[in-house]
């Protein structure tokens, strides 16, 4: 059982959004603004999309958006295209020293 | 360019060790944590522990204490993971992240670049 707890499925049409919830505790992500949301296809190896709960990193597109409400994380992916069609992770840093991982949700693009 | 580079798929008995490599290029090695992630065939990620390639300090996660050891050769930027005493349940791809941020600044560890991954499989 995942620390983290994520849907795990989510799906959409081309172009729409989807929001995708990641609910820990006081512990890790209610605790700090230390969340990462992470894409990863099969076969290949995650790639990092969201650190810090919102910033992206460079050549991440802005569709993708992070956010957090008390113990929740959410990323939204919003224009959907079919290349989103992936897994998607979430991470905290979680006391003391530690990380935790989401167990991950599985985007379809319809 | 920024790169993990990990070593080859192998395959182990039950009760056997496995010692997997990660060769960093392209940043300073020392300045940079490295983390240890793995992934049981069609499940999520599991984080194994975290390494200071600075100081040879590593905290690893409780499930794998007393089996999992982190080393650095820092002559040739490249980190280790060695697991002992390996079931079946230690069937998984095993990943080596780079942490985005430098050791001396504060901040998440976001994993900015990840190894390949290597396929570690135990059967007798």
């Known amino acids: 059982q995942s620390a983290l707890t994520q849907p795990p499925s989510a799906s959409g049409s081309p172009g729409q959004s989807v929001t995708i919830s990641c609910t820990g505790t006081?512990?890790?992500?209610?605790?700090?603004?230390?969340v990462s949301w992470y894409q990863q296809h099969p076969g290949k190896a995650p790639k990092l999309l969201i650190y810090?709960?919102?910033k992206r990193p460079p050549g991440v597109p802005d569709r993708f958006s992070g956010s957090k409400s008390g113990n929740t994380a959410s990323l939204t992916v919003s224009g959907l295209q079919a290349e989103d069609e992936a897994h998607y992770y979430c991470s905290s840093y979680a006391d003391i020293n530690r990380e935790v991982f989401g167990g991950g949700t599985k985007v379809a693009v319809l | 360019q920024v790169q993990l580079v990990q070593s080859g798929a192998e395959v182990r008995k039950p009760g056997a060790s496995v010692k997997v490599s990660c060769q960093a290029s392209?940043?300073?090695?020392?300045?940079?944590?490295i983390y240890w992630v793995r992934q049981a065939p069609g499940q999520g990620l599991e984080w194994m522990g975290w390494?200071?390639?600075?100081?040879?300090?590593?905290n690893y996660a409780q499930n794998f204490q007393g089996r999992v050891t982190m080393t650095r050769d820092t002559s040739v930027s490249t980190a280790y993971m060695e697991l002992n005493k390996l079931t079946s349940d230690d069937t998984a791809v095993y990943y080596c992240?780079?942490?985005?941020?430098?050791?001396?600044?504060?901040?998440?560890?976001?994993?900015?670049?990840w190894g390949q991954g290597t396929m570690v499989t135990v059967s007798s």
């Open positions: 392209g940043y300073t090695f020392s300045d940079h944590y």
């Open positions: 992240a780079k942490v985005r941020r430098p050791i001396r600044e504060p901040g998440s560890n976001a994993f900015d670049i």
């Open positions: 006081s512990s890790d992500v209610g605790g700090h603004d230390f």
């Open positions: 810090e709960v919102t």
């Open positions: 390494y200071n390639p600075n100081t040879d300090g590593a």
